[in-house]
C-alpha cells in the first residue's frame, strides 16, 4: 500500500498504455526541478501571482500521476498564493514538496515491480 499514490488508477493507466504513463512521469521528473525554482523564487520575492500560476499547473500535473492527495495539497498552496498568505504559502509549500519526493519513490516503486 503506497501513502500518496492511487495505485488502482495508476494500474488502470499502466495497462492501459504503459508507454504513455512512462512517459508521463518522465515529463513530469523533466519539468518538475525547473518548476520547484520557479516557486521557490517567487515565494522568496513574494510574487503571490507566479506562486498561484505554478501551483495550478502542479496541481493538474500531480492528478495527472495518480497522486490525488498532493494535487489537493497543491490546490491548498495555490489557495494561499491567490489570499497572499505568505506563511502558509510557505509551509504549504515545504511540505508538499518532501511529500513529493516520497510520492515519486512509490512511483518508482510500482514502475519497478511492473518492469520485471
Same mark, same amino acid.
Given at each position: ?50 506562486? =498561484? ?9 500531480? =492528478? ?21 498568505? =505568505? ?26 515491480? =511492473?518492469?520485471?
Amino acid at each position: 500500500m503506497t501513502q500518496w499514490l492511487n495505485e488502482t488508477a495508476m494500474e488502470s493507466a499502466f495497462e492501459a498504455d504503459p508507454e504513455l504513463t512512462i512517459d508521463l512521469v518522465q515529463i513530469f521528473r523533466d519539468l518538475h526541478p525547473p518548476m520547484e525554482m520557479k516557486i521557490e523564487d517567487a515565494i522568496g520575492e513574494s510574487d503571490f501571482q507566479q506562486v =498561484r500560476e505554478a501551483a495550478h499547473m502542479l496541481k493538474t500535473r500531480l =492528478r495527472h500521476l495518480h497522486l490525488p492527495s498532493l494535487g489537493k495539497d497543491a490546490e491548498e498552496l495555490e489557495h494561499h498564493a491567490s489570499a497572499q498568505r =505568505r506563511s502558509e504559502m510557505m509551509l504549504s509549500y515545504f511540505v508538499l514538496k518532501r511529500r513529493i519526493s516520497e510520492a515519486l519513490v512509490e512511483i518508482d516503486t510500482f514502475l519497478g515491480a =511492473r518492469s520485471r
